[in-house]
């Protein structure tokens, strides 16, 4: 089964206001990331965040993660109607380099 | 190349049939994974290879899915007697993984479409 589920599962909002995602995982990490999916091919590695690290930036994103509650979030500042994509979370089962992906949240961007 | 490769992209076959998708990682990626996406869906693992050691096969449907690498390289999944249900995209995706904490990011395929009539 899937390890982390994403929500919203659905967003939409306009262009320049800010889109926050959430991702819950079940089991302990060495790390999280987080991924873009355009179209339903391949997916674009766009942030890494380590579990001894708790928010991370880079560029108009900006990813916390909380070990405690086993949740992450993305937060996409001044959204673009070129940031209209699927985002999942992926983490890895601590102890292997398997990484299970969530559910993903289709965010679509009004322009 | 400079990145991950999959082929066929598109494959149309009917059911009872096998296939083959192929990946081709990018070089000197020790690790390999398999995903299947249905449609509007996420991503579900089926398979990764790490180096030498053996297969992690835990996420396979059914014993009709079976997955190679070749040298440490190339890998191929092979889906027997093909059922309406084993439609969807196949990613493949590599990483240079030396080591569990230094376990990084994953580069994506463009994926195979399988469709089963």
């Known amino acids: 089964s899937q390890q982390g589920e994403e929500d919203p599962q659905a967003l939409s909002i306009q262009e320049g206001e800010n889109a926050t995602m959430n991702c819950s995982y079940k089991t302990s990490i060495n790390n999280l990331q987080w991924y873009r999916q355009n179209s339903g091919r391949g997916l674009v590695h766009l942030i890494l965040i380590r579990s001894n690290e708790r928010e991370k930036h880079s560029g108009r994103l900006r990813v916390t993660l909380d070990t405690s509650k086993k949740s992450s979030s993305l937060l996409i500042t001044a959204s673009r109607a070129a940031d209209t994509a699927s985002y999942f979370c992926?983490?890895?089962?601590?102890?292997?380099?398997?990484?299970?992906f969530g559910t993903g949240t289709r965010l679509k961007v009004l322009a | 190349g400079a990145g991950v490769s999959q082929s066929p992209s598109n494959k149309v076959t009917e059911k009872g049939k096998d296939v083959e998708l192929r990946c081709d990682p990018i070089s000197g990626h020790t690790a390999l994974y398999w995903y299947r996406q249905s449609l509007g869906q996420g991503l579900e693992f089926l398979i990764y290879f790490q180096g030498n050691s053996a297969p992690d096969k835990s996420g396979l449907p059914s014993d009709r899915f079976s997955a190679e690498r070749t040298g440490g390289s190339v890998s191929t999944l092979t889906i027997q007697r093909t059922q309406q249900e084993d439609s969807a995209v196949y990613l493949c995706a590599s990483s240079l993984a030396q080591r569990v904490n230094a376990a990084g990011e994953l580069f994506f395929g463009e994926g195979s479409r399988l469709t089963v009539l």
């Open positions: 992926a983490t890895d089962d601590s102890g292997t380099y398997k990484y299970i």
